[in-house]
């Protein structure tokens, strides 16, 4: 008879349930006469809520569940085919046993394992956001999904990611890093879950403080299914989000793949007032965008099981994206007694094009340890034609400039990871990269009147290797692991005009990392982790585009950026699942956008520069709660931010408080709400002084005729995300407000058909597989 099996532990309330003494739990199971050999699923439920606590697979009539807090369970085993086999275990050791069931002549098709799912897990400070069949998967992008995630800020441009306080963070799905094109690629509806992960290992590269971890959906059934869904937003302008999804699995194959055209239409503001003390020159501007944009992305991957452990896969992206849009920008200037007001009307066409395909293969060696072999490669585009006049003193629009300007960028990576488990207490993981990257940047402007040519050619190459290891061991109940990472780089940079390099380094840094788990009872857990980490500039931030704001400033990157060297060093005390953190860092030429006044060219450059050093304090609190159909997650922290540097003529520093609440209401199996918030106090942080923000989210869901499900969203409710900060740096004195295009009202519709294959369950192997794509 074909077996399907399912192990589901029911955890029941003893003196000691969230114990730090992990033991494992092994078994086999036979059905009187001999092993049984198919797969399946297997859950590690709570008795009284049904919650979701560990989800594992079991292969040929075996299973190992690890890790599992010292306590008493109730060991509840069904195997379909079979009578259910309930064992009450009194977990203070490792245990194996063996199980023999007694078969029952039932038929039975298809089987559908539901769970309650917690929206939020607390684990030693990092945080694991449950997507997949939560109020989460219902967003229409991933940048929307994140901004609903604590400590996640999402630059008003939706092209740069922020944590508070960790700065940019690396983002990874699975074992490979990606960038954010990539991860605007992937479809909602392939993501498990999210986790942001605050003292990240060595095996992670060095290139960020905190690391966005996704997880890939996985599945054991056989069949295909497709999806399609459609979200309609209203901001300030319309824009529709449609996407479709296949799967399909047979064997030990599975192939996936994702299309969506998105027709969108963006709103973007900013605005400054400054002065330049010693010039006596005073100047605002207000400069406004609107962009239709049409973009398609299609996605797919390939995913063979070699055996129960091994696997083989093959994925790939391609994201394009076309917009026509004006630039309106409204200005003063003032110079002594020389006064003017200028508009200025840019129109721009923009082009971009994003692809990536990555390799993966993975190999366990069984005693020998496992192997894992990545490699990707990622190809970038952007051009950008624009034609600019100018309107002086309300005269008329005289033609002013053209400007054609493409940045390329080819990036090949190389990766390697072996792990090996001596013993069930001790692991060495070792791993290598090779990185090499191209960029290629072409600005050519024309200058109208009178007319000149102002052309360059800046190429960028970097080449990396790095290595690294870690061990981890557990001696008398306390958890060590150690780990150390060595980058070294080649950075060079020149305009292809020139012979002399502007940009030549060569870099050897040593990053190590060091944590330490305390089991303080069978509730609570103090840790300790220090490491040191470097944030790189990225690509197009070290390039020579530049971009027009109006005849007397410009906003320009900056080919001379150096790295930022962080060093960090946290304490975190866990109770249950609550849990407070205390960390200090201290930061060597942190990266912020400034003003400068260029003497050669007589216009004012805002462009990111290097400070000195940024060191700060943050205090976090999080507080998961529940009761009956009430989730909620609830995060406080206490930060004292410093940014200092020796051109800051006045500067001061004052604490302020980050919040975030997430709550959901569970209705029924198909309905549900979710209200969702975060604020920031008033911030002083040395050289720059920054408002105060609060946004209120809230969305409905509903579940129809179990194919159809309905969303209906409400974003940054009172229209209160505005980015206001003031800063004075040597001879000049500026205020900047940036506008976000949050506000918006969103209703989602995906419904989802095929047919997954049902299942006679007959004495015969069936072949199922444990998907891991990354």
Do not use: C
């Amino acid at each position: 008879m074909s077996l399907r099996i399912k192990i589901i532990f029911f955890l029941i309330i003893h003196n000691t349930v969230f114990a730090q003494n992990k033991f494992n739990i092994s078994g086999t199971i036979t059905n009187q006469k001999e092993s049984l050999t198919t797969s399946g699923d297997a859950l590690l439920l709570t008795e009284t809520e049904g919650e979701l606590i560990k989800y594992t697979s079991i292969n040929e009539g075996k299973f190992s569940i690890k890790s599992i807090p010292k306590g008493t369970y109730l060991l509840k085993i069904s195997y379909f085919g079979f009578e259910d086999y309930k064992q009450v275990i009194i977990l203070d050791k490792n245990i194996e046993i063996k199980i023999t069931l007694k078969a029952i002549s039932i038929q039975l098709s298809e089987v559908q394992i539901t769970a309650s799912k917690k929206p939020f897990e607390n684990r030693n400070g990092n945080i694991i956001v449950n997507i997949e069949n939560t109020i989460f998967s219902k967003e229409a992008n991933p940048i929307d999904l994140l901004s609903k995630l604590p400590n996640i800020q999402i630059g008003t441009n939706r092209e740069s990611i922020n944590i508070i306080g960790k700065g940019n963070p690396l983002i990874y799905l699975g074992k490979q890093q990606i960038s954010i094109d990539e991860l605007n690629s992937i479809s909602i509806d392939n993501i498990k879950n999210i986790e942001i992960i605050n003292n990240p290992s060595s095996k992670y590269e060095a290139d960020g403080r905190a690391v966005i971890l996704i997880t890939r959906k996985t599945s054991n059934q056989e069949g295909s299914k497709i999806s399609l869904s459609e979200t309609a937003s209203f901001r300030r302008y319309f824009s529709n989000f449609f996407s479709s999804n296949l799967s399909f699995k047979k064997n030990r194959l599975e192939v996936k793949f994702n299309a969506s055209y998105n027709k969108l239409k963006f709103w973007e503001s900013n605005g400054a007032n400054y002065q330049i003390t010693d010039r006596n020159v005073t100047s605002n501007y207000l400069v406004e965008a609107i962009s239709p944009r049409k973009e398609y992305i299609i996605g797919g991957g390939v995913y063979y099981q070699i055996n129960d452990v091994d696997y083989f896969s093959i994925s790939s992206n391609l994201r394009t994206q076309n917009e026509i849009f004006p630039i309106i920008t409204s200005s003063y200037y003032k110079e002594n007694l020389n006064e003017n007001t200028v508009k200025s009307f840019s129109e721009n066409d923009s082009k971009r094009l994003f692809s990536s395909t990555n390799i993966n293969y993975s190999k366990s060696f069984k005693k020998l340890g496992n192997l894992f072999l990545g490699g990707q490669y990622t190809n970038y585009n952007q051009n950008l034609k624009s034609h600019i006049s100018n309107n002086f003193n309300n005269t008329s629009f005289e033609d002013s400039q053209n400007r054609f300007q493409d940045f390329t960028i080819k990036s090949t990576t190389l990766k390697g990871d072996y792990e090996k488990k001596f013993n069930e207490n001790v692991e060495l993981e070792i791993g290598a990269n090779l990185l090499n990257t191209n960029s290629y940047s072409i600005a050519e402007i024309e200058n109208l009147n009178p007319q000149n040519f102002n052309n360059s050619y800046y190429d960028y190459s970097e080449k990396g290797k790095s290595f690294y290891t870690q061990l981890s061991w557990e001696l008398k109940k306390v958890s060590y692991a150690i780990g150390l990472r060595v980058e070294k780089t080649h950075i060079k940079g020149k305009f292809t005009d020139s012979s002399e390099f502007l940009v030549n380094r060569k870099n050897t840094d040593i990053f190590p990392k060091v944590s330490i788990n305390f089991p303080i009872d069978s509730t609570a857990t103090f840790s300790f982790n220090y490491g040191k980490s470097i944030q790189r500039p990225n690509y197009s931030k070290a390039s020579s585009i530049t971009t027009f704001i109006n005849p007397f400033l410009e906003f320009s990157n900056n080919i001379n950026l150096k790295s930022t060297l962080t060093d960090e060093v946290s304490i975190n005390f866990q109770l249950k699942d609550k849990s407070i953190t205390a960390l200090y860092y201290n930061s060597e030429n942190p990266v912020h956008y400034s003003l400068i006044y260029d003497v050669n060219n007589d216009k004012t450059i805002m462009f990111p520069s290097n400070f000195k050093k940024e060191y700060g304090i943050n205090i976090d609190l999080t507080i998961p709660l529940k009761h009956k159909f009430w989730n909620s997650t609830n995060l406080l922290s206490f930060v004292v931010n410093t940014i200092d540097d020796p051109k800051a003529t006045n500067s001061k520093t004052r604490p302020y408080l980050y919040f975030y609440s997430n709550h959901e209401f569970k209705i029924d199996n198909s309905s549900s709400i979710g209200i969702n918030g975060w604020g920031l106090t008033k911030r002083n942080e040395g050289i720059f002084e920054r408002n105060a923000l609060f946004v209120l989210n809230a969305s409905i869901t509903k579940k129809f005729f179990d194919k159809l499900e309905t969303t209906l969203s409400f974003n940054d409710i009172f229209d209160n995300l505005q980015y206001k900060e003031s800063y004075l740096l040597q001879n000049i004195k500026a205020k900047n407000i940036f506008y976000s295009d949050r506000n918006k009202i969103s209703i989602s519709l995906k419904y989802s058909f095929g047919e997954i294959k049902n299942i006679a369950y007959k004495n015969k192997d069936i072949d199922e597989n444990l998907n891991r794509i990354k």
